[in-house]
């Protein structure tokens, strides 16, 4: 089964760069098949990894960044593949 970790928060004012930059340097403790980071207007982030795992797997996510980088806590969903074939 696939497994997506969705990661997103918004950056303090002016620190969306600073934020993206953050999120890309951390490191998981394990290495998802893939990984991808994107951008929003008002200093969005969103990483989104994907996981070769069952839905409820204890799966590594990013952490919560410094609290002078973001305006709120991060929003974090978990989704599996509803158009995956079985192999």
Avoid: C, K, N
């Avoid at 997506?4 to 002016?14: K, P, T």
């Avoid at 999120?23 to 994907?50: K, M, N, S």
């Avoid at 002078?68 to 509803?82: G, I, K």
């Amino acid at each position: 089964m696939t497994v997506a970790l969705m990661w997103e928060a918004r950056a303090a004012e002016g620190r969306g760069g600073d934020l993206l930059a953050w999120a890309r340097a951390r490191e998981l403790p394990g290495e998802p098949v893939r990984r991808e980071h994107f951008r929003a207007p008002q200093d969005r982030v969103l990483v989104i990894t994907w996981w070769d795992a069952a839905y409820d797997a204890d799966l590594p996510e990013l952490p919560e960044p410094p609290p002078d980088l973001v305006t709120r806590a991060v929003h974090r969903w978990r989704f599996e593949s509803a158009d995956a074939q079985p192999r």
